[in-house]
């Protein structure tokens, strides 16, 4: 369990579900937890979570150990001006995307120690990816607190900073590229007949089982695949369809203009 204290700057999908996780999983005490969000909505989901509400962002880094910042890029700048000199020798964990270390440091008045990570979409769901930069400053407690606040509602990995625009280009948009692969199975469902809700869920529903036994079983995408491939049967015949159409050089490209783009933001 953790017994530092965190603070939220921002609660909204992301920084609501990393709260949330960590509250339902009982990682973290409602009393340890600290909220303050521009939005009165927010404000009230999190009174209503039952944790202490800030007066501003200055107030939460004056009070906890751990501050996590959850706004968007946009507003990160004022977001971490408002914080003054309060940020001075705390731990400050960023899950603002595009925004690197040192980028965040030149913004605080103070001189925090600073994590940064992305997550992806499915942390709302205590499903989420998580990669934490290996290459910060956080105390060693400190690192396995935020940890364990996500891994509450996720997997974590630990990668070097400079690879995360390729976390951003792979995991960060994966949730589309795949509910894209979802929806695309449905209509070939729909097309051959199925009623149109009951694709979906078919469909949703084997790539939520196929990614469990690939991570559950540990085995190889490829073992995976060849497991359910029959010699002349009808998987095989799409595997041909796929191939001809180019799939993997295209979800390859997917990741790789992803990849640059976050490097240009």
Avoid at 23 to 43: F, I, K, Q, T
Wanted: net charge negative; with cysteine.
């Amino acid at each position: 369990m953790i017994t530092k204290k965190i603070g939220w700057i921002g609660c909204g999908n992301m920084g609501g579900a990393i709260l949330r996780g960590a509250l339902e999983s009982g990682v973290l005490a409602r009393e340890n937890a600290m909220v303050y969000d521009v939005s009165a909505a927010a404000m009230e989901k999190a009174e209503e979570w039952g944790v202490a509400l800030g007066a501003d962002c200055a107030d939460v880094c004056r009070n906890s150990d751990l501050i996590l910042l959850a706004v968007k890029p946009q507003y990160t700048e004022q977001t971490l001006a408002q914080c003054g000199d309060a940020l001075e020798g705390k731990a400050l964990v960023s899950i603002v995307a595009g925004i690197t270390a040192e980028r965040l440091r030149g913004m605080c008045k103070g001189s925090p120690r600073i994590l940064r990570t992305m997550p992806n979409a499915p942390a709302m769901v205590f499903e989420g990816a998580f990669a934490l930069c290996s290459d910060n400053d956080l105390a060693a407690e400190e690192m396995a607190a935020a940890e364990e606040l996500f891994e509450s509602i996720g997997t974590v990995e630990q990668v070097s900073e400079h690879l995360i625009d390729a976390v951003c280009g792979l995991s960060g948009g994966g949730p589309a590229y795949v509910a894209m692969f979802i929806e695309a199975m449905a209509d070939g469902g729909v097309k051959q007949g199925l009623p149109r809700a009951a694709a979906y869920r078919l469909a949703a529903q084997t790539c939520l089982g196929t990614a469990k036994m690939i991570l559950d079983l540990d085995i190889h995408p490829g073992q995976l695949k060849d497991m359910v491939t029959s010699p002349g049967g009808t998987t095989i015949e799409g595997c041909e369809a796929l191939e001809k159409g180019g799939m993997r050089g295209a979800v390859m490209e997917c990741i790789n203009v992803a990849t640059e783009k976050s490097k240009r933001l």
